[in-house]
């Protein structure tokens, strides 16, 4: 089982940044996928942007450009850098995980994510 805790969300003005950060405890692997997904009110969970232990990356078309993701194996936690913010980029923000070969997701509780105008 892994546990995931997401930190970092908050109220932030158009154009504005936020760093967001989660933690992986339990049973991790060495390699594995770790990203960030987000909902929106009344929407699917979609991909904001995942990287693999090689440190390749995978962004969402709506956020390459302005979201950096990073990652830290060492301590078993993956940031989400957020810049030049859009009211659009409101969502409750997911952290994920997944072990190569592994069809099982796992997935934070979330942190919400608020961009005003």
């Known amino acids: 089982q892994v546990q995931l805790v997401e930190s970092g969300g908050g109220l932030v003005q158009a154009g504005g940044s936020l760093k967001l950060s989660c933690v992986a405890s339990g049973s991790i692997f060495r390699f594995n996928t770790m990203g960030w997904y987000r909902q929106a009110p009344g929407k699917q969970r979609d991909l904001v942007a995942t990287?693999?232990?090689?440190?390749?990356?995978d962004y969402a078309e709506s956020v390459k450009g302005r979201f950096t993701i990073s990652r830290d194996s060492g301590k078993n936690m993956v940031f989400l850098q957020m810049n030049s913010l859009k009211p659009e980029d409101t969502a409750v923000y997911y952290c994920y995980y997944r072990r190569p070969g592994d069809a099982t997701n796992y997935w934070g509780k979330g942190t919400l994510v608020t961009v005003s105008l």
């Open positions: 990287i693999g232990s090689s440190g390749s990356t």
